[in-house]
């Protein structure tokens, strides 16, 4: 049942996103997301990043890699600026900033694999509610 869920979700979501397919990042987010919502409200959480919080970013090829590109280039840009010192230490640290891996790592890998339930349900609410800007302090403090 849950994966017949998950996977009308899924094609309902790529119908809604123009026929495009999803990228692996965006289906695991729907995974979680089925979880704890409805088809629905899935949906509409998919349609919210896909729009405003991670534009383009969740769609597969090279539409989905340009802005991805470009969403990595900023929250570095926004992380360099808040905060240099710690954007540095990331650097020394080797911690991987590079547009490359930062999606996958920090958002999928760590968020939605790594933490408990809870915690990853707190730290998706407040990242649909603050945006990238949330994504950068998150990496700053983790340092």
Do not use: K
Request: glycine residues 6%; charged residues 15%; hydrophobic residues 50%.
């Amino acid at each position: 049942a849950a994966a017949r869920r998950l996977a009308l979700v899924l094609s309902t979501a790529s119908m809604d996103l123009n026929g495009s397919a999803v990228a692996p990042g965006m289906a695991r987010l729907a995974a979680l997301c089925t979880i704890v919502l409805d088809e629905r409200e899935t949906i509409a959480v998919l349609r919210r990043c896909y729009d405003h919080l991670i534009s383009g970013h969740w769609l597969h090829g090279d539409q989905g890699s340009a802005a991805y590109q470009a969403t990595v280039n900023a929250v570095l840009a926004f992380m360099q600026e808040a905060d240099a010192t710690s954007f540095h230490s990331c650097r020394r640290l080797g911690v991987a900033l590079s547009p490359g891996t930062w999606m996958h790592r920090y958002l999928t890998s760590l968020v939605i694999a790594e933490l408990p339930l809870s915690r990853a349900l707190v730290w998706l609410d407040q990242f649909f509610a603050y945006g990238l800007p949330w994504v950068a302090s998150f990496l700053t403090a983790s340092v």
